[in-house]
């Protein structure tokens, strides 16, 4: 009777507490709390991740397959990296799977991004007028993917953090009109909160199907969640 009971306290999985210290704010506690906590973030670090992030991409990619060997990727916004480290694995870009054609990932980033193993990374501002023409000479062609788990710096204020995020969705999916390959796929973070409606009229002009998803690895209590638009049409 007592061994049943030692062994059902031993296997139980205990919640972290994190106690609160002299000048960190009760919101940093909960939020380390909450780390300590995610099994997503537990995930990560024992399947080498660079974040939890790498999981939303996993769960759209297993539900849509737009990531298949040989595909051409370009990552807006790709620090830490987590995005980039899935695509090279899923494109092949180290040419790990034999007899798969070999796919390419490029990263784009404001800041400089530490290097990830199979992908080019480059420091640009994908805003610039000239971002499209530079991504394409990188590639050396047109794109079968591009992605952008981007989110504006947080303003404390969540209608304007809404709408920023809607502009910088809106400002990569028109890089992506002008990069993407017929058929190609555009991924990309956004937040519920019904500010992105011209953003979703102009992907149903330029895709043939467009899905908005919330992949289990994005948090219960965040309103982000994800286009998926697939089949692209360049404008004729």
């Known amino acids: 009777m007592n061994g049943k009971k030692n062994s059902g306290r031993g296997q139980r999985d205990?919640?972290?507490?994190?106690?609160?210290?002299?000048?960190?704010?009760?919101?940093?506690?909960?939020?380390l709390e909450r780390q300590l906590n995610d099994p997503y973030v537990k995930r990560a670090k024992a399947e080498g991740y660079r974040g939890r992030a790498a999981f939303k991409i996993l769960?759209?990619?297993d539900r849509y397959h737009f990531l298949s060997p040989g595909g051409r990727v370009v990552d807006l916004g790709c620090a830490p990296g987590g995005w980039c480290q899935v695509a090279v694995a899923r494109v092949n870009a180290l040419g790990?799977?034999?007899?798969?054609?070999?796919?390419?990932v490029l990263g784009v980033?404001?800041?400089?991004?530490?290097?990830?193993?199979?992908?080019?990374?480059?420091?640009?501002?994908f805003m610039e007028d000239d971002a499209d023409m530079q991504v394409k000479d990188w590639l050396g062609g047109k794109a079968d993917v591009v992605m952008s788990d981007m989110a504006a710096a947080s303003s404390g204020h969540k209608q304007t953090d809404h709408l920023r995020i809607v502009a910088l969705?809106?400002?990569?999916?028109?890089?992506?009109?002008?990069?993407?390959?017929?058929g190609g796929t555009?991924?990309?973070?956004?937040l519920a909160g019904?500010?992105?409606?011209?953003?979703?009229?102009?992907?149903?002009?330029?895709?043939?199907?467009?899905a908005n998803v919330k992949p289990p690895a994005s948090r219960a209590d965040?309103?982000?969640?994800?286009?998926?638009?697939?089949?692209?049409?360049p404008a004729r």
């Open 14 to 31: 205990l919640k972290v507490k994190v106690k609160s210290a002299r000048g960190r704010k009760l919101s940093s506690t909960r939020w």
């Open 59 to 61: 769960e759209l990619d």
């Open 96 to 104: 790990a799977r034999k007899g798969k054609p070999v796919g390419r």
């Open 109 to 125: 980033d404001l800041q400089e991004v530490e290097p990830v193993a199979g992908a080019e990374i480059h420091q640009l501002d």
């Open 169 to 182: 969705c809106e400002a990569a999916a028109e890089l992506a009109f002008d990069v993407l390959e017929e």
């Open 186 to 190: 555009f991924v990309a973070k956004v």
């Open 194 to 210: 019904g500010a992105e409606g011209d953003l979703q009229k102009r992907l149903k002009q330029h895709f043939t199907k467009v």
């Open 222 to 233: 965040s309103s982000e969640k994800f286009v998926v638009a697939t089949g692209f049409r």
